[in-house]
């Protein structure tokens, strides 16, 4: 058996590490999808993919604001 645990150190979706998320966040994830890259922070919904969904949520998390 083997135990894999993951930490994500940055606030999901801040692609921009500026310290909070925002539409050009979101732009971010879209062009990644677009491009077929990963990166966990990009990851909003936690799948596994960065995919439109993961861009909805972020621009959902900016409108709450």
């Avoid at 135990?3 to 539409?23: C, H, M, P, R, Y």
């Avoid at 732009?27 to 909003?44: Q, S, T």
Wanted: hydrophobic share 40%; glycine share 10%.
């Amino acid at each position: 058996t083997v135990k894999i645990t993951v930490t994500a150190t940055a606030q999901q979706g801040n692609l921009s590490g500026e310290g909070d998320v925002d539409v050009a966040d979101a732009v971010r994830v879209i062009n990644m999808y677009l491009k077929g890259e990963y990166d966990v922070k990009a990851d909003a919904d936690g799948d596994g993919e960065v995919n439109t969904a993961d861009a909805v949520i972020i621009i959902n998390a900016y409108l709450k604001k």
